[in-house]
Every structure is written in structure tokens, then in C-alpha cells.
């Protein structure tokens, strides 16, 4: 089976040109919008593989805790006004996720985007993707691990280490933390 990364800058028809040839196209929460706000799961196409985040991307814990915007900080690669200005958007987009997830009836009761990353939270995440009707819904091994810090960071190449991270978790072990299985619960789809 082919997944066609289809994300950022593409060159003209070329989504077109994967649904024709009919392979599955990539559905990131992150970028599924509708204005602001997070598309509704309903809306993410068919044909198509959903997850939460890539290996492009920050990771799941990475992204709510701002990790990735601290470290271009620490690189360099923003300024401090950019800092906060990232920092704010983050915000905001944490409070339109956490609503996106009460439309669906996936987190109850917790609609703080400052409460700390949470198991309940990345079930839920995952829980949001694998209501779409994409064929598939996948999970990073980052997120199962909990990792805070992508494996990669676009644009650079002298700067960090990129894809050369190892997990902090044995892979013997990696299904077994709460927030694996957490995770795991989410992406369950509901065959009845």
C-alpha cells in the first residue's frame, strides 16, 4: 500500500494526480482546518491516512507543551518576538483543539489549554482521527513513547541531530505504558 505525502509545498495537480492513481493521500490534525478551527472528523476524505502528527512535525506531547518552539529558540531559528507570537498561536490552537474534541464528545471536562498533557488527552486526539472515515488512522512511535522532541526538524541539517534519536523506551516495552495504551484506546474504531 502506498501513502502519498501530499503536505506542503507541492507541485501543481499532483493531490489530483494521487487520488486518480488511487493512493492515499496524508490527513494531519494539525493542518485539517475549516477557517481557524479543526475540521470535524466527518469532513477528512476517504482515501486517505489520518494521524495526529508526522515525523515532520512536533511530536503529540511536543506540540501541546510548546517543545518545538522552545527548541528554535534555543537554535536560533526565531526571535523572541516570533517566540511569543508562536507561543500565542500555540495557545489558541490548543483552546480550538480542545473544543474540536468537545464537538465530538471525546474529553470531557477538561477544556484547559494550559492543564498539562494528559493520557486523556492523547486518547482523545487519536480518537478524533480514527473517527474519520480516512481508511487508516495511524500513530507515531514518538507519541506512543511519549517523546517531547521530533525526530526531525525541517530545514535543519548541521543544527540538531536529526533522525538519529533514539527512543527512550525499549521497543519490547513500548506498548506498554498508559499513554501507549491510551493512545491504542483511541485509535480503536468502533466495527459494530
Known sequence: MAIGEDLGTLPWGFSERLAQAEVLSYRVLWFEREGAAFAPPAHYAQKAMACVSTHDLPTLRGWWEGSDIAEKLGLGLLTEDATQSERETRRADRRLLLEALAREGLLMGENNP??????????????????????????????????AVAVNL???????????????????????????????????????
Open 114 to 147: 494550559e492543564a498539562p498533557f494528559s493520557e486523556a488527552l492523547a486518547c482523545a486526539m487519536h480518537a478524533f482521527v480514527a473517527r474519520t472515515p480516512a481508511l487508516l488512522a495511524m500513530a507515531q512511535l514518538d507519541d506512543l513513547a511519549g517523546e
Open 154 to 192: 525541517p530545514g535543519t541539517d548541521r543544527e540538531r541531530p536529526n533522525w538519529r534519536r533514539k527512543l527512550d523506551v525499549k521497543t519490547s516495552a513500548l506498548f506498554e505504558s498508559r499513554l501507549a495504551q491510551a493512545i491504542l484506546k483511541g485509535l480503536r474504531r468502533n466495527l459494530d
